[in-house]
C-alpha cells in the first residue's frame, strides 16, 4: 500500500516534450584540439574493418591517428611544465 511519501518508480520525471520540437544536444560545445584528436583516433577504430579485428591489432590510419594525439598531449603537458 502507498502513501504520500512512497514514489512511483515508473512514474515519468520529466514532462514529454511538445510535439514536433526538438531536445537540445547533449555536448554542445567546442573540444580542445587534444579532445578532437582523441575523436577522431577513437572515430576511427570503431569505424575501422582492421581494427575491429581483435587478431590484427591497429591499422596504419590507427597509428598514425594515436601518434598525432600522444604527440598533442605530450606538447600540452610541456606547454603546463613551462607555465605558457
Avoid at 514529454?16 to 584540439?33: D, F, N
Avoid at 575523436?39 to 570503431?46: A, D, E, G, I, Q
Amino acid at each position: 500500500m502507498a502513501d504520500e511519501r512512497s514514489v512511483d518508480v515508473d512514474e515519468r520525471k520529466d514532462p514529454e516534450p511538445p510535439a514536433g520540437s526538438r531536445r537540445a544536444p547533449v555536448g554542445v560545445g567546442k573540444l580542445t584540439p587534444l579532445q578532437q584528436a582523441y575523436s577522431r583516433y577513437v572515430n576511427h577504430r570503431l569505424g575501422c574493418d582492421t581494427c575491429q579485428d581483435v587478431d590484427a591489432g591497429r591499422c596504419a590510419a590507427a597509428e598514425g591517428l594515436l601518434r598525432a594525439w600522444k604527440l598533442l598531449g605530450d606538447r600540452a603537458c610541456e606547454q603546463m611544465r613551462r607555465g605558457a
